[in-house]
């Protein structure tokens, strides 16, 4: 395949179009002696196309930062952009909407509603919005999670890692403009979560898709075309094609 | 241990106020009607035995005769009196008169209750204050043959006070007395919620009664003398056919019957509270079902720190005992707040009690309390014996799954249930009397637990085909509402069985009225050839004068008036109507099947034919009978009619108005009903103008024509109708907080499931539609299986009452209601899931997320 060849532009290269963006966020806490900086001023993109992670230890803010760049968290002060859009000046109706058309969501656990099927899960996003899932579209993200002769159970049936593949699915189907994974595969053995993460890669390559994900997995960032290292709610490094290895390290020199 | 039970409480109080409301609101009703059963029942007796305080003995007629309006007895000689006074021990002795007047303001309007409530009486009034239970708060007695005393409330109604003129409408016709004072009744305002006029004591038994009689003798004794030893003294000098009670005796009778009432009142109100309570056992239940779930791996916790199960059994058991308690203390304290509120309504309304403090009687606070903390604990038996079942392995794992909705012993029990309650309705149908409608009332407790039973087993399959609609009307929502309503299967067919009951009892109710009110209308059409009846307001009845003054006008064709008194046929009781042969036959189709009822004359009888087989009479048969004024005598059959069902029922032995009027005291040769045939080519209009014209003479008369009949009589039965839903929407309103209950339970539940939804995109409107939806099928489910059952129920009540009471004869389904009743339910639904929804739709995305 082509696209696994070309090798990605360094990290200090300029930018490509961005998918989404943070400018200056700050996420305050509680006030006085007890105010907490989740986000001290982040400054960010994610470029369309990338599968970027996002690292750092406990309390460094990067749940919170993808919280709030997906929508589902408002800043104290500072602008979030998903394509143009600042969601500061969305209601509380539109973010909803903007969730529904144009972000993805993979949580770590409990992704699927347990009364739908596999695959009504899949279109539900589509069905909330009312619209017709695009058939082809369809087809080829099921076929490419394996999960074909699996549509018709519902997530009980289906082991951690089927219901993993179906939450990504989900995401997939409704071709958001960015997919954000907090944590995707820290409820599945190393195997199942080696499966949802190539399979993740595979959809930024052959499909174009943007993905943040939220990782304290170093095996699982490697997965990333690139990291971004938070702690005490600032950006502190970056690193373009990690390993595994590099980005342990880098690890061990933040926690010191 | 019990620190355990308190913070779990606390820790999910919220969760436990439906069923805290659901016990307060039910023991609070029982309570409520005790006690002001108890202090209603209290307060008559008071009142009776403070009235009858020095009534040592009364003297009266040994034959009564019962009738509707209480017993009827033949009045004794005034002469009697006399004797009386010169029985030794005897201290004072006096006669009274009784009898139903109607007193009229300047327009010729009556005063008083209108026609349902209490009558107004005619009274003699007794000098000796001995006797006289009457106190004057105002001028004198009425010494003169042309004054009166009126009781405070008549004399405030009418605006007439000492000097004021009064027209009184008498069985001897309309009179104008002067009033010469006003009185209290012993402690009350009136005449035990009746009014009463007094008259000097010879008024009295020209205008009220018989001349030189009176209908009973009232006797005190000397200081000293036991009521026994009074009666034993009077006994031999009374003349035959008197006889002599104690005071204590005649009191009771009179109480007796009020109390009797009470009684049977308080305890069929009470029964709605045993269903509102059986209706709550349900939301108990699930409940507590609901928080052992959820607590699955806090009680597994315990156990893996060394809890035995019977400690964690007793600690659920112990947590529905202190809900329980605690709740049904409340109960008793709404029960008073409810009981103080009726008093005041019941005021508003003219029944204004004899002020006294409520009667406490400590059993009857008890007992609604003590069973609702019974039904606490053993609806949570079921759920604290799944919680002692959590094995310790659950504490790290995933929640167990509920199956108890496939269970194979839930499907046999059901079964059970449903083949008991087929053999009871089947019994019931074999069965007579008070015996059958017992087998049916089991079979519906039978049909309603097997609902309870089974309705797990089909509540999915049922959500889902009322769902289809909603799927397709909403799409997602709709069938993510379908799938909520059928994932606890268990928990929502209890929740709709709740509400099944409370539907099904309002169905069978509806087909009852229905069925009865389409037979009054049926058999009124068949009855009545009359264009007009007039009616009076009161047991005073019409003059005979009216009947014949309305057929004097050239619009009418024939005035039949109808008179009623008890009488008695071979020593049983039965109802004795006096007619005009030639009159009545025109406006009634008697269907005489043998003989002839021209032919009835002096000392003849016809018989409907029902009396006619009980009594194994034909014509030209001696009947044996006696009469209440007269006493025994010999009538000849000359008659026997089949007529219809309701004729049947009200007619049942005949005789001219003469023979009336010869057996019976003036004050019983009245009319009750006048029933008029209208002349031909005359236009209805201007013929009911001139009857009206007329009956201006007659006060509280009034012409009906066949509709307004069947329309009034209607309106009775709508009436208790009404007073049956009201005393059902307890019921309702229980199951109804049910479903806000177990839409909560969901809400809590389906946390994160709800973070999840709104996160990918759920707008709130759509959450809130959600649980709406599910609301309404869970509504709608309840409601149609209330009501196959209420049908069927409905037709089983119909058969025996059909078999019971000639009256129900038509068999009728109102329709219209049944699907108000479906709709209502519907939007009971959409009521109860607001603010579930609400709650539902305002998690906050993240938190929701992050719930555990």
């Given at each position: 395949m082509s696209l696994t060849e070309t090798p990605n532009p360094p990290?200090?290269?300029?930018?490509?179009?961005?998918?989404a963006r943070a400018e200056g966020a700050t996420k305050i806490y509680g006030?006085?002696?007890?105010?907490?900086?989740?986000?001290?001023g982040v400054t960010c993109g994610f470029e369309k196309g990338r599968f970027t992670a996002i690292m750092g230890p406990s309390g460094s803010g990067k749940s919170t930062l993808m919280h709030c760049v997906a929508g589902l968290d408002d800043l104290t002060s500072g602008q979030v952009f998903v394509g143009d859009t600042?969601?500061?000046?969305?209601?509380e109706r539109q973010l909803t909407q903007l969730r529904r058309d144009r972000i993805g969501f993979v949580f770590q656990?409990?992704?699927?509603?347990?009364?739908?099927t596999a695959l009504e899960n899949i279109t539900l996003p589509v069905d909330l919005a009312g619209r017709k899932p695009d058939q082809e579209h369809l087809d080829e993200v099921v076929r490419a999670v394996g999960l074909a002769n699996r549509l018709d159970h519902r997530p009980s049936e289906l082991s951690g890692g089927q219901q993993q593949r179906v939450a990504v699915a989900r995401a997939l189907a409704a071709r958001p403009e960015i997919i954000f994974a907090d944590e995707?595969?820290?409820?599945?053995d190393s195997r199942a979560g080696a499966e949802i993460l190539a399979f993740m890669r595979n959809a930024v390559r052959e499909l174009g898709q943007t993905i943040v994900m939220v990782t304290h997995d170093p095996v699982a960032a490697a997965y990333s075309d690139r990291v971004l290292f938070l702690a005490d709610g600032k950006i502190v490094d970056e690193m373009a094609d990690p390993t595994a290895d590099r980005v342990l390290d880098r690890l061990k020199q933040l926690g010191d | 241990m019990l620190t355990v039970v308190l913070r779990g409480i606390r820790s999910h109080v919220l969760r436990l106020a439906a069923t805290v409301v659901a016990i307060v609101l039910a023991v609070g009703f029982m309570v409520g009607t005790q006690l002001l059963g108890a202090t209603l029942r209290v307060s008559f007796d008071e009142a009776f035995a403070d009235i009858n305080q020095s009534l040592d003995a009364v003297v009266r007629a040994s034959r009564e005769m019962a009738s509707p309006f209480g017993g009827q007895r033949m009045r004794i000689d005034a002469a009697t009196l006399e004797q009386v006074r010169a029985v030794?021990?005897?201290?004072a002795a006096a006669g009274e008169v009784r009898s139903f007047v109607r007193v009229v303001d300047d327009e010729g309007r009556p005063i008083g209750n209108?026609?349902?409530?209490p009558p107004t009486f005619g009274l003699n009034w007794i000098d000796d204050p001995r006797l006289n239970a009457w106190t004057l708060v105002e001028g004198d007695a009425?010494?003169?043959?042309?004054t009166v005393v009126v009781d405070l409330r008549t004399a405030e109604d009418a605006g007439v006070g000492p000097g004021d003129t009064l027209v009184v409408d008498l069985p001897t016709g309309a009179e104008s007395f002067t009033v010469s004072g006003v009185a209290r009744f012993g402690e009350l305002d009136n005449f035990a919620g009746a009014d009463a006029v007094l008259f000097e004591d010879t008024v009295a038994q020209q205008?009220?009664?018989?001349?030189?009689?009176?209908d009973w003798i009232a006797v005190a004794g000397d200081a000293g003398i036991d009521e026994t030893e009074l009666v034993r003294r009077l006994a031999p000098t009374l003349p035959p056919g008197t006889e002599a009670v104690t005071g204590a005796t005649f009191t009771e009778e009179t109480a007796g019957p009020f109390r009797e009432f009470i009684v049977q009142f308080t305890a069929f109100i009470g029964a709605f509270g045993l269903i509102a309570l059986f209706v709550g056992g349900f939301i108990i239940y699930n409940t507590f079902a609901v928080l052992v779930g959820q607590r699955t791996r806090e009680l597994a916790l315990l156990r893996v720190v060394g809890a035995s199960r019977s400690q964690v059994l007793g600690s659920v058991l112990a947590e529905a005992l202190l809900v329980g308690v605690v709740a049904a203390v409340a109960g008793v304290a709404a029960g008073f707040g409810l009981a103080a509120g009726l008093r005041e309504l019941l005021a508003a309304f003219g029944f204004a009690l004899p002020p006294r403090a409520f009667v406490i009687e400590p059993w009857s606070l008890a007992w609604p309390a003590l069973l609702a903390v019974g039904v606490t604990v053993l609806s949570a038996l079921v759920p604290a014996r799944r919680a002692a079942a959590v094995a310790p392995v659950a504490a790290f794992g995933q929640a167990a799954v509920d199956r108890s909705s496939t269970s194979r012993l839930r499907l046999v029990l059901g079964l059970v249930l449903v083949a008991v309650s087929v053999e009871r309705s089947l019994a019931g149908l074999r069965s007579e009397g008070e015996t059958a409608f017992w087998n049916v009332g089991g079979a519906l407790i039978c049909a309603f637990l097997a609902t309870a039973v089974l309705g797990p087993l089909v509540m999915g399959p049922l959500a889902t085909v009322l769902g289809a609609p909603l799927r397709r009307l909403t799409g997602v929502t709709g069938h993510l509402a379908t799938e909520n309503a059928r994932r606890n299967p268990a928990r929502t067919s209890i929740t709709a069985s709740a509400l099944t009951i409370g539907v099904g009892l309002v169905v069978v109710i509806a087909i009852a009225a229905d069925s009865a009110s389409a037979s009054i209308t049926n058999a009124t059409e068949a009855t009545f050839d009359a264009d007009l009846v007039v009616r009076p307001d009161s047991f005073l009845g019409l003059s005979p004068q009216a009947a014949d003054d309305l057929e004097a006008l050239?619009?009418?064709?024939t005035a039949a008036g109808f008179r009623f008194a008890p009488t008695e046929v071979l020593g049983t009781q039965t109802t004795l109507v006096g007619i005009d042969p030639s009159r009545a036959q025109e406006v009634v189709?008697?269907?005489?099947?043998?003989?002839?009822?021209?032919?009835?004359?002096?000392?003849s009888v016809a018989v409907s034919a029902r009396e006619a087989e009980r009594f194994g009479l034909s014509v030209g048969d001696l009947v044996p009978m006696a009469f209440v004024a007269t006493g025994d005598t010999v009538l000849q059959v000359t008659a026997i009619f089949e007529g219809n069902p309701l004729l049947q029922r009200s007619a049942r032995f005949v005789v001219d108005h003469d023979t009336f009027d010869a057996n019976h005291p003036p004050s019983a040769r009245r009319d009750a009903q006048i029933a008029l045939l209208l002349a031909e080519d005359t236009s209805p209009v201007l013929a009911r103008a001139a009857v009206d014209e007329v009956l201006?003479?007659?006060?509280?008369a009034e012409s009906q024509d066949l509709g307004e009949v069947t329309a009034g009589q209607a309106a009775t039965v709508d009436q208790a109708v009404a007073f049956l839903y009201a005393l059902l929407f307890l019921a309702v309103l229980i199951a109804l907080i049910g479903v806000v209950n177990t839409l909560l339970l969901a809400v809590y539940e389906r946390t994160r499931e709800l973070g999840l939804l709104r996160a990918v995109g759920t707008s709130r409107r759509q959450v809130r539609a959600m649980v709406i939806q599910e609301s309404v099928v869970i509504a709608v489910v309840g409601t149609l299986v209330g009501v196959a059952i209420g049908m069927t129920f409905g037709r089983l009540l119909f058969e025996l009452l059909a078999r019971e009471s000639r009256a129900v004869t038509t068999f009728s389904l109102p329709t219209t209601q049944l699907l108000a009743t479906v709709v209502l339910a519907a939007l009971a639904g959409v009521l109860a899931a607001v603010y579930p929804a609400r709650r539902a739709a305002r998690l906050d995305v993240l938190d929701a997320i992050a719930t555990e």
């Open positions: 990290a200090s290269a300029p930018p490509g179009p961005l998918a006030s006085g002696d007890t105010e907490v900086r989740a986000l001290d600042a969601l500061g000046e969305l209601g656990a409990f992704n699927l509603v347990p009364t739908l995707p595969t820290g409820n599945l | 030794p021990g005897v201290a209108p026609d349902s409530g009425p010494h003169a043959s042309d205008a009220l009664g018989e001349p030189d009689r009176y050239e619009e009418v064709a189709d008697f269907g005489v099947v043998d003989g002839s009822l021209d032919d009835l004359g002096s000392n201006t003479a007659y006060p509280g």
